[in-house]
């Protein structure tokens, strides 16, 4: 019953507004990431007591330049519903989104010492984190809307594939000024207004070995995209950067959905579906969600990502339109409104 509750969450979350391609592509490619909801959140709900939350993806054309409103409503009701369920959890993100994260933060009542300021420039503070911080006991890191760098030849030859990595390919549409860079989705290079956050995901089987990681993402720019083939997502994706922005950095799981919000309820649902606590997601409805995504535009403040403009959207979604598949994940849980 639980699977079949899981199964119905991605249907819901699995719609491409954008039209970015990743899944509306899947009629004629296949679908990418099967199960990967699925799976993640059984080895939360069985495994999981610290939980590091990774979000924060920078706009810097922004009207103003600010975060964007996709991830930190995801990465919270994300980590309130770890909290609730005994899962102890903290946020991560950098200098450029710490107003926005830390807005949010406040609106949710989301504890102040759980919220980390990743620095941009400290080889001491990803191990600090590991060995003594909040990481210390981690078991799952997850990204939420987080981008990441791209593709290299070395990182084409270290993904898992069932033919030779289509090395030519890349080197005749990549120029190396593009390589192992993060970028946005129309293929701006924005290395100068985003820390290099990935190197969490990077380092984090030197110090636990044992921890898992999720990527959640909408664009193939994002942690966790590196679980793809990059040819895979080259094709699908509908950009004309789409040999470009593809992220290398993998994780033990992907999931992907319409808007990264949208991947991270359905984690949360899941998860708490499979430990019997459904109950616990009661409070974040749709007027709750509403409110809090009002505040983080006005005091973040925060921006549209696909607009650029701070109004009360995601990805272009007006939030009748955006809030949805929550609300149908919310009727399957018999959650009301």
Same mark, same amino acid.
């Given at each position: 019953?639980?699977e079949k509750?899981?199964?119905?969450?991605?249907? =819901?979350?699995?719609?491409?507004?954008?039209?970015? #391609?990743?899944?509306?592509?899947?009629?004629e490619?296949?679908?990418? *990431?099967? &199960?990967?909801?699925?799976?993640?959140?059984?080895?939360?709900?069985?495994?999981?007591?610290?939980? #590091?939350?990774v979000?924060?993806?920078?706009?810097?054309?922004?009207?103003?330049?600010?975060?964007?409103?996709? !991830?930190?409503?995801?990465?919270f009701l994300?980590?309130?519903?770890?909290q /609730?369920?005994?899962?102890?959890? *903290?946020?991560?993100?950098d200098?450029? *989104?710490?107003?926005?994260?830390?807005?949010?933060?406040?609106?949710?009542?989301?504890?102040?010492?759980?919220?980390?300021?990743?620095?941009?420039?400290?080889d001491?503070?990803?191990?600090?984190?590991?060995?003594?911080?909040? !990481?210390?006991?981690?078991?799952h @890191?997850?990204?939420?809307?987080?981008? !990441?760098?791209?593709?290299?030849?070395?990182s084409?030859?270290?993904?898992?594939?069932? %033919?030779?990595?289509?090395?030519?390919?890349?080197?005749?549409?990549?120029?190396?000024?593009?390589?192992?860079?993060?970028?946005?989705?129309?293929?701006?290079?924005?290395?100068?207004?985003?820390?290099?956050?990935?190197? $969490?995901?990077?380092?984090?089987?030197?110090?636990?070995?044992?921890a898992?990681?999720?990527?959640? &993402?909408? #664009?193939?720019? +994002?942690? !966790?995209? &590196?679980?793809?083939?990059?040819?895979? =997502?080259?094709?699908? @994706?509908?950009? +004309?950067?789409?040999?470009?922005?593809? *992220?290398?950095?993998?994780?033990?799981?992907?999931?992907?959905?319409?808007t990264?919000?949208?991947?991270?309820?359905? /984690?949360?649902?899941?998860? /708490? $579906?499979?430990?019997?606590q459904?109950k616990?997601?009661?409070?974040?409805?749709?007027?709750?969600?509403?409110q809090v =995504?009002?505040?983080?535009?006005?005091?973040?403040?925060?921006?549209?990502?696909? %607009?650029?403009?701070?109004e009360?959207?995601?990805d &272009?979604?007006?939030?009748? %339109?955006?809030?949805?598949?929550?609300?149908?994940?919310?009727?399957? @849980?018999?959650?009301?409104?």
């Amino acid at each position: 019953m639980p699977e079949k509750l899981i199964a119905q969450f991605e249907r =819901l979350i699995r719609r491409d507004p954008a039209r970015r #391609g990743l899944i509306s592509s899947e009629a004629e490619h296949g679908p990418l *990431c099967g &199960g990967h909801l699925l799976n993640a959140a059984k080895h939360l709900a069985q495994h999981a007591t610290h939980v #590091g939350i990774v979000t924060g993806f920078y706009i810097p054309q922004g009207t103003p330049p600010a975060a964007e409103t996709d !991830g930190p409503l995801g990465a919270f009701l994300l980590a309130q519903a770890f909290q /609730l369920a005994g899962i102890e959890t *903290c946020v991560i993100t950098d200098e450029y *989104c710490a107003s926005a994260v830390r807005q949010t933060a406040n609106a949710v009542d989301y504890p102040e010492e759980n919220l980390l300021s990743y620095p941009q420039a400290n080889d001491r503070w990803i191990p600090e984190f590991f060995t003594g911080g909040p !990481g210390k006991q981690i078991t799952h @890191l997850i990204s939420v809307e987080r981008v !990441g760098p791209s593709h290299t030849p070395e990182s084409l030859r270290n993904q898992e594939r069932n %033919t030779a990595p289509p090395l030519n390919q890349f080197a005749d549409l990549v120029p190396e000024s593009s390589h192992n860079r993060c970028h946005n989705m129309r293929g701006e290079i924005i290395d100068e207004q985003t820390a290099d956050m990935h190197r $969490l995901f990077e380092e984090l089987p030197a110090h636990h070995p044992n921890a898992k990681t999720i990527g959640i &993402g909408d #664009g193939g720019n +994002e942690i !966790g995209m &590196g679980s793809v083939p990059w040819e895979e =997502l080259h094709v699908r @994706l509908t950009s +004309e950067q789409a040999h470009k922005i593809p *992220c290398r950095i993998s994780t033990d799981w992907n999931i992907i959905a319409g808007t990264s919000n949208w991947g991270a309820y359905a /984690l949360a649902a899941a998860t /708490l $579906l499979l430990k019997g606590q459904t109950k616990k997601l009661k409070l974040f409805n749709s007027s709750q969600q509403l409110q809090v =995504l009002k505040h983080l535009v006005e005091y973040g403040p925060a921006v549209d990502g696909v %607009t650029r403009r701070q109004e009360a959207t995601v990805d &272009g979604l007006p939030f009748l %339109t955006y809030i949805q598949p929550w609300e149908g994940i919310r009727r399957l @849980l018999e959650l009301g409104d």
